[in-house]
């Protein structure tokens, strides 16, 4: 199991593999359980410990979901929710006890300045030697508008529009400074060069932003860019932009839509297949036995009062507030929602017609998974279900839910893992030190630079020399 | 010197020392000395060895100033400017390699959003046990007003009503839940108390801001707040507001009447003037003789060029371009200026007046120091000038500045700290855990928390049992 089989870039394709972290874990009442320290989301410590286990397993990157608002009502003071480490922050202080694995973190671009966020993911990178990655989002929940001068969320159409253009601001002032502007030459004096410096001058409908930015640029020259929507403007979004795309699909079949109608898009664009990765979520509770499994499985679902996971319903299905409704009937007809969850409210709305499920029947049943894919089995049962999306074109690879930390993770770490490698599935070393060369993402180049390599060459084309 | 006299609370006072870091120094022409980094700005190596050395030497804070601009042009192009960390995310790594120092950092009210500093500053108290301080700024820079939608700074009138606000709102949310407001019972399935939420619902001239904020409250109650500003309304504000202040003072005369004025102003507000610490910028250049001092300040002024000497007067004098004007006449007239930079603008034409300095002169001279008084000479001889001010009414600490890094912080930590522990003017080691606790400050009482009881006391009195 400790044999060196160092994989190169031109050895057979494997997955790649993200830990998505939530504080205490990913089902609703894994804060309960006795195996998770109930104070997780703050506690530095924890995330360490969390981190590090997650990269001696070599995963490609870490994940942190975000959410500019406390979570308040009566189901939310029962679940672990409103105190949480900002995630910036807490990545950046978990590139210091870390080496290799990557570093994504979700802001959103519905309540930040593009200039901002440029800067702090470009500093990540400078810190973590190259393993930074942005989980651009938009917001679509009321409470997070409140607490930017707005009464009501951005609408649909409208955030996505501001979404492209702060991308194309941030992606703008990565560029701010050719790789080699910074010269730093002691005899001479020369500091950086000057023509080495790109003023972006952005002037669009949502920003008008001069740069450069006041950061060199990265060891990535980008920070990875991630994202998670599925609607048509959000697959749209992510054809154009993402390098990386999380996604919750309900079976292999719908992945291997989403996989192919995504694909597709970023060819229509021009885009290289390759330079989008699509990781749909796993949800994976694992034990020595697929008894054993479930047992742990039903340990987490014994905890979830039904008023909570009625809450969390609701807000998967788009921030609607169901605690009007009584637990025993059917989920009532919903309008279609404004907000960024359209797609996770048509399947969860089949799902419970399909299965005849009480309100607080469906609330249990997603308390763990949310949505996302589970499996609740042997490390082999698990594996047999990756393998067969990644070979049957649904997945790159896969963020990793798993109901509650650090157990869960270490449980994926220490059966999963090796089953995976076992099968030549996944690395059993990194062989890069960058998250774009974990992904098997290209370094971009400069678009800045390589106008001004374009203009000599189109001039020395005209026989002159420059 | 290694016998252990800790210092208690009741103790004899002691200063209060911070170690202001830029990256290669505070030299305008550190980074071209053979001794430095040249690098500095982007290695997080550096910020870590001196982030512990100062740890060592047992230092209060560690303190990060920041602008959200890059330098350019062909001075900039000369300075080690423009290509650093980002603040917040640089101390969230310093505090996973460091314990005890606090970490002050830069932020702006001129363009930032309340809710995102309250949170991030709010994380960092977290992650760092306690040791986070926010140094409230307002931008007078154009160049910063052009990164974020605007053509021209705003006004300093306008600047200090929005960072007034901006202060109410941030301290606002981070009253946001009661200290004990996270029960986290497995028990019972309740993760907060209701009653220890309190919503801010802040509606101003600036801001409207619901909130609660999405972080429980902090080890220190609230991060340490701490302003720079020595204009009338920045006093006002810091009399108010602040509970450190950097300033910088020409001399032991105008320190004692800076430090009396703004006690007094405190005082004038409700405040115990020991709530307010005051501490000018001290410039240091450590030799073991003062012949040996002169020496390696020399060695630095020797690197300044005549025109990056000018670019950094204009911008002590209020972000002026000095560029045009003869390098060998007098500084010329200046229009009094609207930036933040009023009080130094005076000092620095009073200066040049004084002593009949050329333009070039001028920039040289404040090369180093940057108008904050400057000793170089032996421990012995800088120790004496800080006892005086410390003992004299001029000052409860000082932010040290040294011409490079890491060289000039290891000289006073090994030179100057222990000539201070001699005399008993400083701590030989912590006795508190957070920058509260090194400071002397005390931890706030929340104020909702402290209205409820006032409530409850209220209605005793009138014998009703609640």
Redesign the interface.
């Known amino acids: 199991m400790s044999t060196d089989s160092r994989q190169t870039s031109t050895g057979p394709r494997q997955m790649k593999l993200g830990a998505f972290l939530m504080a205490t874990g990913h089902h609703v009442a894994a804060?309960?359980?006795?195996d998770v320290p109930?104070?997780a989301g703050?506690d530095?410590k924890h995330y360490?410990h969390v981190a590090q286990v997650a990269e001696a397993a070599k995963f490609d990157t870490l994940f942190i979901a975000d959410?500019?608002?406390?979570?308040?009502g009566?189901a939310a003071?029962?679940?672990?929710?409103?105190?949480?480490?900002?995630p910036?922050?807490?990545v950046?202080?978990?590139?210091?006890?870390t080496e290799r694995i990557g570093l994504i973190v979700t802001a959103t671009t519905s309540?930040?300045?593009p200039?901002?966020i440029a800067?702090?993911f470009?500093?990540?990178d400078?810190?973590s030697g190259g393993r930074a990655g942005w989980n651009l989002v938009t917001s679509d929940a009321a409470?997070e508008a409140?607490?930017?001068?707005?009464d009501e969320h951005i609408d649909h159409a409208e955030r996505y529009r501001r979404a492209r253009e702060f991308h194309q601001v941030v992606t703008g002032l990565w560029d701010?400074?050719d790789d080699d502007a910074?010269v730093?030459d002691?005899a001479s004096?020369?500091?950086?060069?000057?023509d080495g410096?790109h003023?972006l001058d952005h002037q669009g409908e949502h920003?008008?932003?001069?740069?450069?930015?006041?950061?060199?640029r990265s060891p990535q020259g980008q920070p990875v860019v991630v994202q998670a929507g599925s609607s048509e403007a959000g697959r749209t979004l992510a054809a154009q932009t993402a390098e990386v795309v999380f996604t919750a699909q309900p079976s292999l079949a719908a992945a291997q839509a989403f996989y192919q109608d995504l694909k597709s898009r970023a060819v229509g664009f021009g885009r290289d297949p390759e330079s989008l990765k699509i990781m749909p979520g796993m949800f994976v509770v694992v034990g020595d036995s697929e008894a054993q499994a479930r047992d742990k499985f039903e340990a987490f679902q014994a905890?979830v009062?039904p008023r909570?996971g009625v809450a969390l319903l609701g807000r998967m299905l788009g921030n609607f507030d169901l605690s009007g409704y009584p637990l025993d009937e059917p989920l009532p007809a919903l309008p279609l929602t404004q907000s960024g969850q359209q797609s996770r409210q048509a399947l969860l709305s089949q799902l419970a017609q399909d299965e005849n499920l009480t309100l607080a029947q469906l609330g249990r049943k997603i308390a763990g998974g949310r949505g996302h894919f589970s499996v609740v089995g042997t490390a082999s049962q698990i594996a047999d279900h990756w393998q067969a999306w990644f070979e049957q074109g649904a997945a790159d690879g896969f963020n990793v839910l798993v109901p509650h930390l650090p157990g869960g993770l270490e449980d994926v770490a220490h059966k999963v893992i090796p089953e995976l490698q076992r099968r030549g599935l996944f690395r059993r070393d990194y062989t890069g030190s960058t998250l774009r060369e974990h992904l098997g993402l290209q370094r971009p180049a400069n678009r800045f630079s390589a106008q001004r390599e374009h203009r000599v060459t189109h001039t020395d084309e005209e026989g002159l020399k420059v």
Do not use: I
């Not at 950046?92 to 006890?97: I, K, M």
């Not at 004096?189 to 000057?194: I, L």
């Not at 920003?207 to 060199?216: E, I, Q, R, Y």
């Open positions: 804060w309960r359980h006795p109930a104070n703050l530095f360490k959410s500019v608002a406390a979570a308040t009566d003071s029962r679940m672990a929710r409103s105190d949480h480490f900002e910036l922050t807490l950046s202080a978990l590139s210091a006890v309540y930040n300045e200039f901002h800067r702090k470009a500093s990540l400078h810190l409470a409140l607490n930017f001068g707005r701010s400074w910074f730093r002691k004096g020369a500091y950086y060069r000057p410096l003023v920003f008008k932003v001069k740069g450069p930015l006041n950061v060199a905890l009062e909570v």
